[in-house]
């Protein structure tokens, strides 16, 4: 899902328990996707709330939950002036987009080129329970469809669970779960994928230097992603835990059933976000009831926020370094309505008379973000990696899957910006990404093989 | 065959376009959009004559050499044909983008304007075409090999860098005649754009007597930059004022 960021209109709110139970909760990355990431261990993910911006695609899980979550769009003010500045923005927040999912992206295709672990088939998941190695195309396809059916259930199942979750308050449950997901990616998958790049360049390592790295990165990702830290590291970490969920996908999902999940997961957002019943729209719209970010964990977010210092003449002077926390406030300032965060920023404003108007206004202008899914660079990210796997050694065509990505991205951002609700960022990307890989890999393919041999150019 | 005919290759054929991208295109996020959208038409256009090509090939008589080289010419040809235009319907779209940006400003008018738009589309254009041409080359060369080992030139990377390089300029200077071109209504020049494309592609034909393909293809790209420049606003004077760095108005000064 994309959403987009509004100024925070918590700053003022006194602290009570369910807003630090917020503030704890919040990961300073929302994302977008909808849909969860599942371990490929088959361990419980916490539901990845991606909620992009306004594009709810729903994560999948491997494992058995699904988080998708997308977060609505909350749309910014509604007094024309806003919407203007939303659409003038617009090039800007692309950009913003661009670039992490672009960086995800390139993680995924360097590692499937150069390290063999990741195309080798070594099993598979337990949600993709029938095997592909049948002789006969029409076994081979049912068999993948009947994968993404039980694939794609456990995800509206997932999905379902964390909707009541979230309806009935459970919040320590969904906090927990999500811990133990970025637990088990930022240990369990980055010790493995360190492993196998070590190998890969036959790179000795002893353990008490592993375990250090490992304990390093992992503790301050957990920090980053669950409390505070600096919002490009947060965003860094963000992007490295989707690179390495979507890695374990291109692993341990069959090939055709690949290419029917990606597919089905675009339909499944689309539905889940824009349909009335959907799952994760009322997940957002019990969030916009309470005025709750929703799941901070899993989104991604592009632009810092207010945080509470700002409301302070004394920590005015410390404001700048003070926003690039708390990714996870985002949560809240995209449910704020409009007035209220209005007033709230009027409120900020007074007692601050010593920071210059001007740079009000540019940070406040700084602070529209907006908001990706995690679910959605995972299977953007999938879909890229894929077509750098099987599409015998081109890089032609990985290379139109990532232009079609982002173009459909780019579209989907003007649609938010047209209609600023929560959107499915997945179908559109998705589908340009289908479209490009299976025309690029078998027609345009011969054609530039044929015109390279010949060294002709058109 | 070896890390240095990689980065030599990438370098003589996404140089100049990586500095025209990072000095002029990276910073405005509009520009970067128009760049991958134009990305984006051109990899359509390719899309649809590859299927016509391979519909061609798979209706006809795989042994027939002169068939074969028939088709692949009409393949070709009708390839320029479909970029141009694509590049028309991307002027369309551009066209209308412009009215729409000018509506949502504040003073009325675009933050972009059209010419800059058509050197962007054109760097779009020319940097997925020269990727699409080059980028497979350059992943074997990273690998063992020898080049031209079965009697075929030995040149071929340094060659087909080169070739991507004057393409890369060449669509860039075609994008701003081509708008230029729309935009008052001059289709001589569209029509001069169409056949300097033809030409090009099929001055590729005379390879590997290189002579034959590289030696147009720079004077083309010499003549088009002219073009281009007189018709964004350049003329000698300027020229002159911009490599003695005068001040418009003042005397000459030295140094900066």
Redesign the interface.
């Known amino acids: 899902m994309i959403t987009f960021m509004n100024n925070s209109d918590s700053e003022e709110e006194p602290c009570n328990e369910r807003t630090s139970l917020m503030s704890a909760e919040s990961p300073p990355v929302p994302s977008y996707q909808d849909g969860l990431q599942a371990s490929g261990a088959g361990e419980a993910q916490a539901h990845r709330k991606r909620r992009t911006g306004s594009s709810r695609s729903p994560n999948n899980t491997a494992e058995r939950e699904m988080s998708d979550s997308g977060v609505p769009v909350r749309g910014s003010a509604l007094e024309n002036e806003e919407e ?1 500045l939303t ?2 923005y617009g ?2 927040h ?2 913003m987009l ?1 670039v992490p999912v672009t960086l995800c992206m390139i993680v995924v295709v360097a590692t499937i080129k150069s390290v063999r672990f990741y195309t080798e088939k070594n099993g598979q998941l337990i949600y993709t329970p029938f095997s592909e190695d049948t002789p006969s195309v029409g076994q081979r396809l049912l068999n993948s469809v009947l994968n993404t059916i039980i694939m794609i259930s456990v995800i509206v199942v997932m999905t379902v669970f964390l909707v009541l979750l979230y309806k009935y308050r459970c919040y320590k449950f969904i906090h927990g779960w999500l811990i133990l997901s970025s637990l088990m990616l930022l240990f369990l998958f980055t010790y493995i994928y360190l492993g196998e790049v070590l190998k890969t360049y036959n790179v000795a390592m002893d353990y008490p230097t592993l375990f250090l790295v490992i304990w390093n990165f992992g503790a301050v990702g957990m920090i980053c992603i669950h409390w505070k830290g600096p919002l490009q590291l947060q965003q860094a970490y963000l992007i490295m835990i989707s690179a390495l969920m979507a890695l374990v996908f291109i692993k341990y999902l069959p090939e055709w059933s690949a290419w029917v999940i990606l597919g089905a997961i675009s339909i499944y957002d689309l539905m889940a976000v824009l349909c009335p019943k959907g799952p994760l729209r009322m997940l957002v719209e019990t969030a916009q009831e309470r005025n709750e970010p929703i799941f901070p964990a899993l989104i991604y977010s592009s632009a810092m926020m207010w945080t509470v210092g700002m409301a302070k003449p004394d920590t005015a002077a410390r404001g700048p370094t003070q926003q690039t926390w708390d990714a996870a406030e985002d949560g809240r300032d995209n449910h704020g309505s409009s007035t209220h965060a209005d007033s709230q920023m009027s409120e900020t404003r007074s007692p601050v008379p010593t920071r210059p108007i001007t740079s009000l206004e540019e940070l406040e202008e700084e602070e529209r973000g907006v908001k990706l899914g995690l679910g959605d660079f995972i299977f953007y990210s999938v879909l890229v990696g894929k077509a750098a796997a099987t599409a015998s ?4 065509t990985t ?2 899957c990532f ?2 990505i ?2 459909g991205l ?1 579209l989907t951002l003007l649609l938010l910006a047209v209609f600023k609700k929560a959107l499915p960022a997945l179908p559109i990307s998705i589908t340009f990404g289908l479209v ?1 890989y299976f ?2 890999d ?3 393919r ?3 093989d ?3 041999s ?5 | 065959m070896t890390l240095a005919v990689f980065f030599g290759c990438t370098f003589i054929a996404f140089g100049p376009a990586l500095g025209l991208f990072l000095f002029t295109i990276a910073r405005d996020p509009l520009r970067i959009i128009i760049l991958i959208a134009g990305a984006f038409f051109w990899l359509v256009s390719l899309l649809l004559s590859s299927l016509i090509w391979f519909i061609a090939v798979k209706a006809s008589d795989p042994q027939d050499e002169p068939l074969q080289k028939g088709l692949l010419i009409f393949g070709v040809m009708f390839s320029v044909l479909l970029q141009e235009a694509f590049r028309f319907l991307y002027y369309k779209l551009l066209r209308k983008a412009i009215e729409g940006l000018v509506a949502l400003s504040e003073d009325g008018c675009s933050p972009i304007s059209i010419q800059q738009m058509a050197y962007v589309a054109g760097v779009g254009f020319g940097l997925m075409s020269g990727a699409f041409s080059m980028i497979n080359l350059l992943a074997d060369s990273l690998g063992p090999g020898t080049v031209g080992i079965h009697g075929d030139s030995q040149l071929y990377f340094l060659t087909s860098a080169f070739m991507t390089m004057v393409l890369i300029f060449l669509h860039t200077f075609w994008g701003i005649l081509f708008f230029h071109g729309c935009e008052h209504r001059r289709w001589w020049e569209i029509a001069a754009v169409v056949i300097m494309h033809l030409a090009v592609s099929g001055s590729t034909f005379c390879n590997p007597l290189y002579v034959g393909s590289l030696v147009p293809s720079y004077l083309m790209m010499a003549a088009a930059a002219v073009w281009a420049y007189i018709l964004s606003g350049g003329s000698a004077q300027n020229l002159r004022r911009f490599l003695l760095c005068l001040r418009s108005g003042a005397s000459p000064q030295l140094g900066s």
């Open positions: 203007e659409l003038k090039a800007k692309v950009i661009f050694g081109d890089w032609n290379l139109a232009v079609a982002l173009i780019c490009f025309s690029t078998n027609l345009v011969p054609f530039m044929t015109l390279a010949h060294q002709l150019y058109i």
